[in-house]
C-alpha cells in the first residue's frame, strides 16, 4: 500500500519491517498479483468482534480506544479507506489507537 500523495510505501521498508515477513516475501514475490491479492484480503478483515457475550481482539480489548477508533471504521468495524494513510502515521492518533487493540499498552519504565 502507498501514499495517495508520494507514492511511498505506508510502511516503510526498513530492514527490520523487511525481517518480520521475510517469509511471506520468500513465497509470494513482492508487489506480485498473489501479493497484492492477500493485502487486499488482509483489509477485510475486522479489527475487532463484539458479538455482546464474546469479543475478540488481537491484543488489548480496551473500551476508550474502540470508542475513539469508531470514526475511522466502517459498519464491520474494517478500516475505511481513507483512514489507511493514517493508521500509518506515527503522530496521527489512530495510529496509536491501533497500537493500543492490536499490540497492546506498553509503560516507560523508569
Request: glycine fraction near 2%; charged fraction near 25%.
Given at each position: ?45 475486522p ?44 503522530q ?10 492490536l ?8
Amino acid at each position: 500500500m502507498r501514499h495517495p500523495q508520494t507514492a511511498q510505501p505506508l510502511r516503510p521498508h526498513t530492514a527490520n519491517n523487511r525481517r518480520q515477513h521475510q517469509a511471506f516475501l520468500n513465497d509470494v514475490a513482492e508487489d506480485s498479483a498473489q501479493h497484492l491479492l492477500w493485502v487486499e484480503w488482509f483489509k477485510t478483515l475486522p479489527l475487532f468482534v463484539d458479538f455482546g457475550n464474546i469479543r475478540a481482539v488481537h491484543a488489548c480489548w480496551d473500551e476508550s480506544a474502540i470508542a475513539r477508533l469508531r470514526p475511522w471504521l466502517d459498519e464491520e468495524n474494517r478500516l475505511k479507506p481513507e483512514s489507511w494513510v493514517h493508521a500509518f502515521d506515527k503522530q496521527h492518533v489512530l495510529f496509536r489507537l491501533l497500537e493500543t487493540i492490536l499490540k497492546g499498552q506498553s509503560w516507560r519504565c523508569l
